[in-house]
């Protein structure tokens, strides 16, 4: 499963970004699913997680900025992200979790590991 993520670019601080991330063709059903992201000289860190439940669970740093969510399909993740910061400068990455169950037309599968996409870069600028 290739995820690709898209929505990046470059901003102002105090603007906002729509990050988006699917896998064409493919439903993800009962999944956990999340962003993580990399700045400039960090680790990775995760900022944003959803599971199959809908729970949502969201990074200090990001709380009541960053919204995580999917559409009604299950095709489709969205990190919605505003009144951004120059610290949220990096690129982000969506990532599906283990035991996910995704189908393509009648094909279902369970995924054994970690999928990630190929990261988009935000770049907030003062």
């Known amino acids: 499963v290739q995820l690709v993520e898209s929505g990046g670019g470059s901003v102002q601080a105090g603007g906002s970004l729509k990050l988006s991330c699917a896998a064409s063709?493919?439903?993800?059903?009962?999944?956990?699913m999340g962003w993580y992201r990399q700045g400039p000289g960090k680790e990775r860190e995760l900022v944003s997680s959803?599971?199959?439940?809908?729970?949502?669970n969201y990074a200090d740093s990001v709380k009541g900025r960053f919204t995580i969510s999917q559409d009604n399909a299950k095709t489709t993740l969205f990190l919605q992200m505003n009144s951004l910061k120059t610290g949220d400068t990096g690129v982000y990455y969506c990532?599906?979790?283990?035991?996910?169950?995704?189908?393509?037309?009648?094909?279902?599968?369970?995924?054994?590991?970690?999928?990630w996409g190929q990261g988009t870069q935000v770049t907030v600028s003062i």
């Open positions: 063709g493919y439903i993800f059903s009962w999944c956990g």
């Open positions: 990532v599906i979790e283990p035991g996910c169950r995704y189908c393509k037309s009648d094909d279902c599968y369970y995924s054994a590991v970690h999928f």
């Open positions: 959803i599971r199959n439940d809908g729970t949502t």
